[in-house]
């Protein structure tokens, strides 16, 4: 009688717990992009061995030419439209808004297709202008960048987008202000999917100390002052978002979901001054950015910076900071001369 050997049967492949597939617009912001795969690419495999067992992800094309990024680098899709199969995300990562179509019609119709179809969809940086473009945004809430939240309001104006976030998840509409709150959003996905260890290995090796929720504070304009109190950076970014039409601060405060008193008592704490006197010291700074780097005459930038004319910038500007528009402007373009003191606009991130 045979001998019978016994062989233990080789272990099944892991399944693939998150598929991702890129559609890359024309001018996209590479940091955004790199960032969302990188996370996606370390949580895939152990150590940093790339390989994509646990987590796979494509770059979509219906022409397979390389797409050229918003600083010149190009990213040469892998997988033609016709080819793609079924992926958990289709993330369309947005960047310089430019006036020819960022995507193809082609890829307009896949995305849309697969919108319809039940697959989530995410906008990277600007991706989130290129999903509501396409309808894939009625009645969701959606994230956009505090830099271009005015942009998103001029061009829709029915919509008031969360510019005070890193991102958003809306059901099946996921979107996020770019920069390295791509990673917190890979990383969301991948704790969702994979696990938390996975997420969280991924961003150490990114050395980012932490994930981030979405309704964290995004980055604001980084200068030397920085606040502590998350109202307070939520504020900030309010105020830096409404600096043609000053919100009252009442208004402010509703819009945060605070009462007034509240608001102004933990200004005060953290910052040590009043709401009212933060909000025109910011408006004081836009205006003293526009003076410096435009020749946009004095009562256009104060316009546009919230006062009535010129004349009320000039008189406020004397009375807050020492000087005129026209010394600053002399000022600077004199450096031998003794700038006046600036750069009072607070970093809300923290």
């Known amino acids: 009688m045979a001998k019978r050997t016994s062989s233990t049967p080789p272990a099944p492949a892991p399944r693939k717990r998150l598929s991702v597939a890129f559609l890359l617009a024309d001018s996209f912001t590479l940091s955004a992009f790199a960032n969302f795969v990188d996370v996606l690419r370390l949580a895939a495999d152990e150590a940093d061995m790339s390989r994509p067992i646990l987590c796979d992800w494509a770059v979509l094309s219906d022409t ?6 918003s600083c010149g680098v190009r990213v040469t899709p892998d997988t033609s439209l016709r080819r793609a199969g079924k992926f958990d995300y289709i993330v369309v990562v947005g960047g310089v808004m430019g006036d020819k179509p960022a995507l193809s019609r082609a890829e307009s119709a896949f995305l849309t297709a697969r919108a319809e179809a039940g697959t989530p969809v995410v906008g990277l940086c600007t991706g989130v202008f290129l999903l509501h473009e396409a309808g894939l945004l009625d009645g969701y809430r959606c994230c956009v960048s505090w830099f271009h939240h005015q942009d998103f309001v001029n061009r829709f104006d029915s919509v008031q987008p969360v510019s005070d976030q890193i991102f958003v998840v809306d059901r099946d509409r996921l979107t996020c202000s770019g920069g390295h709150g791509s990673a917190h959003l890979a990383a969301f996905l991948v704790s969702r999917h994979v696990g938390q260890s996975a997420a969280i290995k991924s961003l150490n090796i990114m050395m980012i100390d932490e994930a ?84 946009d005459p004095v009562a256009e930038i104060g316009l546009a910076t919230g006062f009535c004319d010129g004349t009320h910038l000039a008189r406020v500007l004397k009375a807050e900071r020492g000087f005129a528009p026209g010394e600053y402007r002399k000022a600077q373009a004199s450096p031998q001369e003794d700038l006046p003191a600036v750069g009072i606009l607070l970093n809300p991130r923290g």
Not at 64 to 69: A, D, F, K, L, W
Not at 259 to 283: C, F, M, N, W
């Open 212 to 295: 981030l929720r979405g309704d964290e504070a995004q980055p604001g304009q980084q200068t030397a002052r920085t606040p502590r109190d998350d109202l307070v950076k939520r504020a900030i970014l309010r105020m830096q978002q409404n600096i043609e039409v000053p919100l009252s601060i009442s208004a402010l405060a509703r819009q945060l979901g605070v009462g007034r008193r509240t608001l102004e008592r933990r200004v005060l704490a953290d910052l040590g001054q009043p709401p009212s006197k933060l909000y025109l010291d910011i408006r004081l700074d836009r205006a003293l950015q526009k003076l410096r780097s435009t020749n």
């Open 64 to 69: 397979m030419t390389p797409v050229r990024s």
